[in-house]
């Protein structure tokens, strides 16, 4: 018989979930519910009160906290996350792929004599639980079951929804954790500015940046600074994240006119990177297939692009706009300032 544990954390306030833990919540109570088995959900976090958030799941809470769970430390966040393990006796443990809890969970995993696999995307349970996961540049699906327990599945943003139910005052169990020596000491955070920071995997929308942001356009220029400044002041007015055609990020290096904030990290498609974002819109981009292999798991698409034959237009987008995106984008941006 299997039991079920979903590690979770908080983020920076150390008394608020992450996003990608609620969405683990969500999938650990449909897997429990499938199985018939016990959920036991598991809390790190600078405040205690973070479990609040999870009182309607109905699930055991053992919690770990305190102001050396405050800061994420591979430690101090191992060692929290392997007491909460040895506490609970799961044989499947869910975790979300968070920066705080990918780096550790092999290692956790390892301790505990156990398996792991990560980017995982579903969690199936017929006669046995099921965990599936993208291979080969998101190209080949792979079912994977196995005997060994507990059982470590990470599990990728965006790939359920987030567990959201009343908070109120909950019994939790506090778990004890010896804590390692420490060599780190945290002193602060620099975060980059917004502007700067313009991969947002959490953003409802991805703009996508074609290269034809820095073409020729119809009065014979390049227009590459007003293409820069149209995007970022779009990015800052919707917090959307952006994506970037390889064309595009290619330029950099053919010393040519080139958008200075995009890198590869932007890139999207065969050789960059699937993104999940609800909503995705493409501009100045011609949706060739290397590209749009990278839209997978975009549900709604639109683009724009002067070209009325462009890939797009041949059923890759939901819905394009034969139109000049530095027009239509300067509209926007116009309408979402008055907004
Ligand atoms: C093995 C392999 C792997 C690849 N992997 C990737 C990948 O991971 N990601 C990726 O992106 N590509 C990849 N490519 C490259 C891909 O095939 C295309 O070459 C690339 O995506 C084209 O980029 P683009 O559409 O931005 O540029 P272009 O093909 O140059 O298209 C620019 C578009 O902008 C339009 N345009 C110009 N001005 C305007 C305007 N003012 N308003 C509106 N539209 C305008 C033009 O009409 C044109 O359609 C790969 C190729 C290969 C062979």
């Not at 965990?131 to 599990?155: D, G, H, K, M």
Request: aromatic share 6%; net charge neutral; with cysteine.
């Amino acid at each position: 018989m299997e039991s079920i544990l979903v590690l979770t954390h908080a983020d920076d306030t150390g008394s608020t979930l992450i996003r990608a833990s609620l969405e683990t919540v969500t999938a650990g109570t449909e897997l429990a519910a499938k199985l018939g088995a016990a959920l036991i959900i598991g809390v790190v976090a600078h405040d205690g009160a973070a479990a609040s958030a999870l009182a309607s799941t109905g699930a055991r809470l053992l919690v770990v906290s305190g102001d050396a769970f405050s800061q994420a430390s591979y430690a101090t966040d191992a060692a929290a996350c392997e007491a909460i393990c040895r506490a609970a006796k799961a044989t499947i443990v869910l975790a979300p792929s968070s920066a705080r809890f990918s780096r550790i969970m092999a290692g956790v995993a390892h301790r505990l004599s156990g398996a792991i696999d990560t980017h995982i995307t579903a969690i199936a349970a017929t006669d046995a639980v099921e965990a599936s996961r993208w291979f080969y540049r998101q190209r080949i699906e792979a079912v994977i079951t196995r005997p060994t327990r507990p059982w470590f599945l990470l599990l990728d943003a965006g790939t359920h929804d987030a567990f959201a139910g009343a908070s109120s005052e909950v019994p939790v169990e506090q778990i004890a954790v010896e804590l390692p020596a420490r060599r780190t000491t945290v002193t602060g955070f620099k975060t980059p500015q917004q502007d700067v920071q313009t991969i947002r995997p959490d953003a409802k929308l991805l703009f996508v940046a074609g290269a034809g942001w820095t073409k020729k356009q119809s009065d014979g220029q390049i227009h590459a600074d007003q293409a820069g400044s149209l995007i970022l002041e779009f990015l800052r007015n919707s917090g959307a994240s952006l994506g970037s055609s390889k064309s595009l990020v290619d330029q950099g290096g053919d010393g040519n006119s080139v958008l200075p904030f995009l890198t590869h990290m932007n890139q999207i498609g065969q050789t960059g990177a699937p993104p999940r974002h609800p909503k995705g819109h493409s501009t100045c981009c011609h949706g060739e297939e290397p590209h749009v292999v990278g839209w997978r798991f975009i549900n709604d698409r639109r683009a724009i692009s002067i070209d009325p034959n462009c890939g797009w237009t041949r059923g890759k987008a939901d819905v394009v706009y034969i139109a000049d995106a530095f027009q239509v984008m300067a509209k926007v941006n116009e309408l979402l300032t008055t907004k």
